[in-house]
């Protein structure tokens, strides 16, 4: 069964910074491309980040140059460094991964306020 989980979300004031991890079981995260996407209140979800099996990253243009996708595969973690946050990041943060199924976590929410 695959879980993933999401960690590291909290509040944070503009121009702050946090790091998301999504932990992995039951699937390996080393052989797998994996997404992080948010979704703002009355907004639909859209793809932040996404590190390719290869270790190809890719990020939306609003937050390039702020955000850093990395993998520890000995961990099965995918992490999300964000930094200069800003109020329009605020969002839940959802780990995604598309293997035999399209599988979620469950979220972790990120406010950016002052």
């Known amino acids: 069964q695959v879980q993933l989980v999401e960690s590291g979300g909290g509040l944070v004031q503009p121009g702050g910074s946090l790091r998301l991890s999504c932990a992995a079981s039951?699937?390996?995260?080393?052989?797998?491309?994996i997404n992080w996407y948010r979704q703002a209140p009355g907004k639909q979800r859209e793809l932040v980040a996404r590190i390719s099996r290869g270790g190809t990253t890719t990020y939306a243009d609003s937050v390039k140059g702020r955000f850093t996708i990395s993998r520890d595969s000995a961990k099965n973690t995918v992490y999300l460094q964000m930094s200069s946050l800003k109020p329009e990041d605020t969002a839940i943060y959802y780990c995604?991964?598309?293997?035999?199924?399209?599988?979620w976590g469950q979220g972790t929410q990120v406010t950016v306020s002052s």
């Open positions: 039951g699937i390996s995260f080393s052989i797998n491309a």
């Open positions: 995604n991964v598309v293997n035999t199924g399209n599988y």
